[in-house]
T-cell receptor, first 113, second 114 residues
Framework: DTEVTQTPKHLVMGMTNKKSLKCEQH?????MYWYKQKAKKPPELMFVYSYEKLSINESVPSRFSPECPNSSLLNLHLHALQPEDSALYLC????????????FGPGTRLTVT | EDQVTQSPEALRLQEGESSSLNCSYT??????LFWYRQDPGKGPEFLFT???AGEEKEKERLKATLTKKESFLHITAPKPEDSATYLCAVQAHAGGTSYGKLTFGQGTILTVHP
């Protein structure tokens, strides 16, 4: 099973709201990733977790807060977002930081109003 | 800094008309080169990983090859359902703050007409 699931599929939130994106994988992968993708652009790395510890933070604004509760779950907490944060948010996982390919979930389409 | 350039930006083919997509890269020690397919509004779908020059991998109508400077994705007798954006990405060997990071190209938008 090479599936990464993400919820919700779509999210509309105001600039004062707090919401969370969720990601789950059951492939036994030890590395998990958050990406942001704008229209007609490639995915842009935000955060990397390895063995449930934050390994890479690509200088992402603090209004995005990642969390890895266990090896199968990855959350992205959102607070006080701006309209320019509207994008497709993708979760991915891989066997390890540099092991195997990264498998992506279907994404959450986020709209900030 | 690792760089990936894909060409062409867009490619229109007739059904059955074979062609190739190019991915040129510069990386400080290649650990792997990855090809993905992405349909509009969906996450990238993993296709291939290539690790060393001369390596080739095939899946249905797709064949990926790798040299020391570039990779090609050959599409043989494409069908309309092959229409998608094809992304290439590279990953450098361990070491430094970019460990595990994929560097993506801008993608090639492939349209196959019936």
């Amino acid at each position: 099973d090479t599936e990464v699931t993400q919820t919700p599929k779509h999210l509309v939130m105001g600039m004062t709201n707090k919401k969370s994106l969720k990601c789950e994988q059951h492939m036994g992968h030890r590395a998990m990733y958050w990406y942001k993708q704008k229209a007609k652009k490639p995915p842009e790395l935000m955060f990397v977790y390895s063995y449930e510890k934050l390994s890479i933070n690509e200088s992402v604004p603090s209004r995005f807060s990642p969390e890895c509760p266990n090896s199968s779950l990855l959350n992205l907490h959102l607070h006080a977002l701006q309209p320019e944060d509207s994008a497709l948010y993708l979760c991915a996982s891989s066997q390890g930081l540099a092991e195997g390919g990264q498998y992506f979930g279907p994404g959450t389409r986020l709209t900030v109003t | 800094e690792d760089q990936v350039t894909q060409s062409p930006e867009a490619l229109r083919l007739q059904e059955g008309e074979s062609s190739s997509l190019n991915c040129s890269y510069t990386v400080s020690g290649l650990r792997g080169l990855f090809w993905y397919r992405q349909d509009p509004g969906k996450g990238p779908e993993f296709l291939f990983t290539l690790y060393s020059a001369g390596e080739e991998k095939e899946k249905e109508r797709l064949k990926a090859t790798l040299t020391k400077k570039e990779s090609f994705l050959h599409i043989t007798a494409p069908k309309p359902e092959d229409s998608a954006t094809y992304l290439c990405a590279v990953q450098a060997h361990a070491g430094g703050t970019s460990y595990g990071k994929l560097t993506f190209g801008q993608g090639t938008i492939l349209t196959v007409h019936p």
